[in-house]
């Protein structure tokens, strides 16, 4: 999920909102999984960052450098989905992990390949708790989003099904057909009730404080940025410089094992 991605993604919106023929969106990854997340390789040098080498430090990176990036992504964007005048369908197989599963919890429906594993991975990176925002809440209740965000594990289709933060799971070879069949039954709708009814969802987001939670949600992750770690506390980035990036995300992936079960 690069920063290209995102901003061609949200062009894309933005084309087919103005197509009058257009009535449904499917999100959908066109390789092996739906979305990995955020790429470790990219983690802090979207905003400019550098690694310092072992005893010198590193240069700072300006406030507004990171505010500016983080409201495009983690508000602008994340509104464009939630607000997206046409019906949304987020499309998922393999894996859905990290900021793709922030972006998927906004689309109106959620469908699964039995097969697909979610989770907010990127919470071990030191987070401990940041990717919890309302919309989760809605959709699974407190209990169950603090334990997704809290510990950074991933869970199984069925498991997110059962927890009420998808709609449906499918076996992995109907998935397309079934979402396909979904879209088309939804295009029965007139244009006008279409536009209507989500008129109507953001309204019910702005009173139950969804869409003032993604506001929220940016600036927290402008201020996780600097953070302190101890001595005694992982250190993601030196982690990578030392190790490689392979290397460190298996190193976190041990280090939490006992937050996987």
């Known amino acids: 999920m690069t920063r290209e991605m995102f901003l061609n993604w949200g062009k894309a919106i933005e084309m087919a909102e103005q197509d009058d023929d257009v009535k449904v969106i499917i999100f959908k990854g066109a390789d092996r999984c739906f979305s990995a997340g955020a790429p470790l390789d990219q983690v802090g040098y979207v905003y400019g960052m550098k690694t310092p080498k072992p005893g010198e430090k590193g240069g700072k990176v300006p406030t507004r450098v990171k505010i500016n990036f983080d409201r495009s992504l983690f508000m602008e964007f994340f509104r464009k989905v939630l607000l997206c005048r046409k019906i949304t369908i987020a499309q998922m197989h393999k894996y859905c992990l990290g900021v793709a599963f922030s972006i998927v919890m906004h689309c109106d429906l959620l469908i699964s390949s039995e097969d697909c594993k979610m989770g907010h991975v990127e919470e071990r990176l030191g987070l401990a708790g940041l990717t919890l925002m309302p919309i989760m809440v809605l959709r699974a209740g407190l209990t169950k989003s603090l334990d997704l965000c809290l510990t950074g594990k991933m869970i199984s289709a ?8 998808i709609n449906r799971v499918v076996p992995n070879d109907k998935l397309e057909d ?15 009730g279409i536009a209507i009814g989500k008129v109507g969802r953001e ?12 506001m929220d949600h940016y600036f927290l992750h402008t201020l996780q940025t600097y953070r302190v770690y101890e001595k005694d506390e992982l250190n993601f980035f030196k982690q990578r410089r030392d190790l490689g990036v392979k290397e460190a995300a298996h190193e976190k992936h041990n280090l939490f094992k006992a937050l996987d079960k």
């Open 178 to 192: 079934e979402v396909r069949e979904l879209a088309e039954a939804l295009c029965l709708y007139p244009r006008d």
């Open 158 to 165: 069925q498991q997110a099904l059962e927890w009420d933060l």
């Open 203 to 214: 309204i019910l987001y702005e009173t139950m404080g969804i869409t003032r939670g993604v």
